[in-house]
């Protein structure tokens, strides 16, 4: 089982920055497939970014093509966390957001359906 808790949303005014935490519980975190998603009311839950591991490289990102080129997502394995740099922000940047794992590891699926264990989330506001 593993509990994921997000931390970091609040209000910030456009072209500003955030950075959202998500603190993991269990002992294979490094080995999960991490993933930040985020809903906005009246619309469907959309995948924004990913992390998971690889045996022949580094961390592996993928990003929602929304977001490409003003948000970052990164990991500290020792600290059981995943962080989401936001920068850049728009009003339509606005959404709950969630951290998201799966433990296939070695992927990173943008479908919400492919994930195992959900926080509670997080509100981000950017206002114009």
């Known amino acids: 089982q593993v509990q994921l808790v997000e931390s970091g949303g609040g209000l910030v005014q456009a072209g500003g920055s955030l950075r959202l935490s998500c603190a993991a519980s269990?002992?294979?975190?490094?080995?999960?497939?991490m993933a930040w998603f985020r809903q906005a009311p009246g619309k469907e839950r959309e995948f924004v970014a990913g992390?998971?591991?690889?045996?022949?490289?580094?961390?592996?990102?993928y990003y929602g093509d929304s977001v490409k080129g003003r948000f970052s997502i990164s990991r500290d394995n020792a600290k059981n966390t995943v962080f989401l740099q936001m920068n850049s922000l728009k009003p339509e940047d606005t959404a709950v957001y969630y951290c998201?794992?799966?433990?296939?590891?070695?992927?990173?699926?943008?479908?919400?359906?492919?994930?195992?264990?959900w926080g509670q989330g997080t509100q981000v506001t950017v206002s114009s």
């Open positions: 998201a794992a799966e433990d296939s590891g070695g992927r990173v699926p943008s479908s919400r359906y492919a994930y195992d264990y």
């Open positions: 269990g002992r294979t975190f490094s080995s999960y497939t």
């Open positions: 992390i998971t591991w690889s045996s022949w490289s580094s961390d592996w990102t």
